[in-house]
C-alpha cells in the first residue's frame, strides 16, 4: 500500500494540523495532504492551508442535519481517495454515515487521557475533577464520541496553581508530538498489512 494521502478536517486554528504539515515539511511523517476540509469558511487553519499551497476547501455545515452533511462530506473526501481522515479540532460529532464510509479510518486527538473526559472542555474537565495527570490521545473515531481505540497518549502533569490556558497550552504541546506520530503508526501498520 503506497496510499498515505491524509485528509485533514478541521473547524479553527489549526494548530494540530500544521504540527503535522510541519513534521512531513521535516521528513519526519512520510505522508502527503491531499485536502484540508472545514465546515466553517473563516477557519485560520483553512487560510494557513491555502497559505501552504494545499488542496484546501470549505464545505459549510449550517442548517444540515448531521446525516445530509456527513454524506457531502463523504463524497468530497471519495474525491481525494485519502488513506488516513485526521480531525483536528473538528468541531462535529461523526455521524455513523461517515464512520462506516471509512471504518478504521478516521483518527482524532483529544486534550485528555481517554477515557476520562470525553467531549468539550476536557481541559476543564481535568482541573475541576482535581487530577494530577492529565495529557491528550490519538485513537480511532468510532460511532461514540471519544470512544475509539486508543493508538497513541502523551501525559502532562498538572502544576499547583494551573488554570485552563496554562494547562490546555502545555497539553497542546504535546499534542503537536502525538499525532504525527500516531499517523506514522498507523499509516506504517497499514503498510505492513499489505493495504487497507
Ligand atoms: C485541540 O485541543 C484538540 O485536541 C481538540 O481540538 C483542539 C484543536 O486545536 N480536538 P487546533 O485547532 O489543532 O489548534
Not at 10 to 29: K, M, P
Not at 134 to 147: I, K, Y
Not at 153 to 174: C, H, K, P
Request: aromatic fraction near 6%.
Amino acid at each position: 500500500m503506497d496510499n498515505r494521502r491524509l485528509a485533514i478536517l478541521l473547524s479553527g486554528r489549526g494548530s494540530n494540523f500544521i504540527a503535522i504539515h510541519e513534521a512531513i515539511q521535516r521528513g519526519d511523517l512520510k505522508a502527503t495532504i491531499c485536502c484540508v476540509i472545514s465546515n466553517i469558511g473563516e477557519a485560520a487553519g483553512l487560510r494557513r492551508a491555502r497559505e501552504f499551497g494545499l488542496k484546501a476547501e470549505c464545505l459549510p455545515s449550517k442548517g444540515l442535519d448531521r446525516e445530509d452533511y456527513d454524506g457531502q462530506l463523504v463524497a468530497k473526501l471519495r474525491e481525494y481517495d485519502p488513506a488516513l481522515i485526521c480531525l483536528a479540532g473538528f468541531m462535529r460529532i461523526l455521524s455513523p454515515v461517515m464512520i462506516r464510509a471509512f471504518p478504521s479510518r478516521i483518527l482524532n486527538i483529544h486534550p485528555a487521557l481517554l477515557p476520562s473526559f470525553p467531549g468539550l472542555h476536557a481541559q476543564r474537565q481535568a482541573l475541576q475533577h482535581g487530577v494530577k495527570v492529565s495529557g491528550c490521545t490519538v485513537h480511532f473515531a468510532d460511532e461514540g464520541v471519544d470512544t475509539g481505540p486508543i493508538i497513541l497518549q502523551r501525559a502532562v502533569e498538572v502544576l499547583e496553581g494551573d488554570d485552563e490556558g496554562t494547562l490546555s497550552a502545555r497539553i497542546l504541546e504535546q499534542e503537536h508530538q502525538a499525532y504525527w506520530r500516531a499517523i506514522a503508526l498507523v499509516l506504517d501498520t497499514m503498510q505492513d498489512n499489505g493495504g487497507a
